[in-house]
């Protein structure tokens, strides 16, 4: 089970740090994943993690404003969001896939576990 929090109000310009906990199970071999869904749009990938080794992965849009890290010890991952936008405003998800190789998964379908979602909202 994945726990997702960390979400808010901010000012363009502002951070914000997300927490993605997982109880029941340890994320060893697995990728954990950040999502987004603004209204009306489809659900968006925005970084992952490789647990083992801890190679990152982001997309283009948040490139250099987000860095995504784990903390072994809390079995946590979180993302570190800086220098938002209003277009950064959404739902995020955190979600998880046993990791196969040295793939990346971009997809929503990659993903077999996700979190309950935390919305952010950046103001202009």
């Known amino acids: 089970q994945l726990q997702a929090s960390g979400g808010g109000l901010v000012q363009a310009g502002g951070s914000l740090r997300l927490s993605c906990a997982a109880s029941?199970?340890?994320?060893?071999?697995?990728?954990v994943g950040w999502f987004r869904q603004a209204p009306g749009k489809e659900r968006d990938f925005a970084a992952a993690i490789r647990w083992s080794g801890g190679s990152t992965y982001y997309a283009d849009s948040v490139k250099g404003r987000f860095t995504i890290f784990r903390d072994a010890a809390k079995n946590t991952v979180y993302l570190e969001m800086n220098s938002l936008k209003p277009e950064d405003t959404a739902v995020y998800y955190c979600?998880?896939?046993?990791?196969?190789?040295?793939?990346?998964?971009?997809?929503?379908?990659?993903?077999?576990?996700w979190g309950q979602g935390t919305q952010v909202t950046v103001s202009s």
């Open positions: 029941g199970r340890t994320f060893s071999s697995y990728v």
């Open positions: 979600a998880a896939r046993y990791g196969y190789g040295s793939a990346w998964y971009r997809t929503v379908n990659d993903y077999p576990y």
